[in-house]
């Protein structure tokens, strides 16, 4: 089959498009058609080498986090799909690959595709959905009428975490470019500030729950918006002691962590706040959840752009520009 490779970590290295064989098939798996492949910032800093320290990948590695196909074929053990079924995912960590014609998935993180989406729209979904659910729903249990601010809302995980915290009740505050307001409107966002011209910081006060997606200095200045007992989720870091032990990190792993977090997490402890370092989970259940408010029309898919399978180069190009609003997809079939 095809697919696109790194043979070694860089930043600035493209992607090999090679022929390699196809995956083995192991008992709890489905064997999946790739039709489509969402495109993460998560794969361009996996080919920088930034995450090796926590997800130590074998070389060559096939890329991509978000797939919608068609199974072709099943493991003895599977129970939940059959042959034919139209799926979409996001693999667990270790068995990513979703830049590839097949790819083998254990079933149980494999959810049915939504009826009322495309290939690519659905192949835009899990990750950046999972990621919102895991923050929003799990860690930050977000009730009727709290303060919820989503930084980064017109991107992947923000467009679907202004969503998802509508539905769940909350007053949603976000930041973007003013180019970007009338989706973010539309996406049922109540406050909108335009990061150019504007410091959230000044305008913000007695948040319940801040999810960051961005640097450590807009992280310290997210505490300063929080109330007593609020809670401050990062998806871009830093990782926690708490973290390494629960992916079962060696021991200098868990050392190094605690380093490089000590100080927002010292931080955050004497403002009485709870921090939190989410690397989201592949997650099924939590999908087949996620399908139902998508067929409800609760949660809706925001697409910028679809690239050719030959193009994944370009594609992942364009999500390291920031300009993406939304998701970036890849059509393979």
């Known amino acids: 089959m095809k697919a696109f490779i790194i043979n070694k970590y860089s930043k600035k290295g493209s ?33 920088a ?38 799926i979409y995912a996001r693999p667990a960590d270790h068995r990513i690959g979703t830049f590839a014609q097949f790819i083998a998935i254990n079933e149980k ?21 999972l990621t919102a659910w895991q923050a929003l729903v799990e860690i930050g249990k977000i009730k009727k009428e709290q303060k919820v601010f989503i930084q980064a809302g017109s991107g992947g995980v923000g467009t679907i975490a202004i969503q998802l915290a509508k539905y769940l009740g909350a ?57 007593p007992g609020g809670k401050l989720i990062s998806i871009s870091g830093p990782p926690t002691p708490d973290f390494a032990k629960e992916i079962k990190a060696p021991w200098f792993v868990k050392i190094i962590l605690s380093l490089i977090s000590s100080g927002i997490r010292k931080k955050a402890k004497s403002n009485n706040i709870d921090y939190s370092f989410l690397f989201m989970k592949a997650d099924g259940e939590q ?41 970036v997809v890849i059509k393979i079939k």
């Open 287 to 327: 999908l087949s959840k996620i399908t139902t408010l998508i067929e409800s029309g609760t949660i809706k898919p925001v697409l910028d752009k679809v690239f050719p399978f030959e193009k994944t180069n370009e594609a992942i190009s364009y999500i390291e520009s920031g300009r993406a609003k939304g998701k």
């Open 15 to 47: 992607l090999q498009f090679t022929e390699i064989p196809l995956p083995e098939l192991k008992d709890n798996d489905v064997l999946v058609e790739v039709y489509a492949a969402g495109v993460n910032l998560l794969d361009s800093k996996i080919k």
């Open 109 to 129: 993180d494999v959810a049915h595709k939504p009826k009322n989406l495309s290939m690519e729209e659905a192949a835009s979904i899990p990750l950046v959905a």
């Open 171 to 227: 007053r949603v505050a976000t930041t973007a470019s003013a180019k970007s307001f009338d989706l973010l409107h539309e996406l049922g966002a109540d406050l909108i500030i335009d990061y150019k011209n504007s410091d959230f910081e000044n305008l913000l006060s007695n948040y319940d729950v801040v999810l960051n997606s961005r640097d450590k200095k807009t992280l310290e200045k997210s505490l300063r918006i929080l109330k």
């Open 49 to 86: 080498g930034e995450f090796k320290l926590i997800l130590p990948y074998k070389l060559p590695l096939v890329l991509g986090h978000d797939v919608a196909g068609v199974i072709t074929k099943i493991g003895k053990n599977v129970k939940k799909f059959k042959v034919g079924d139209e």
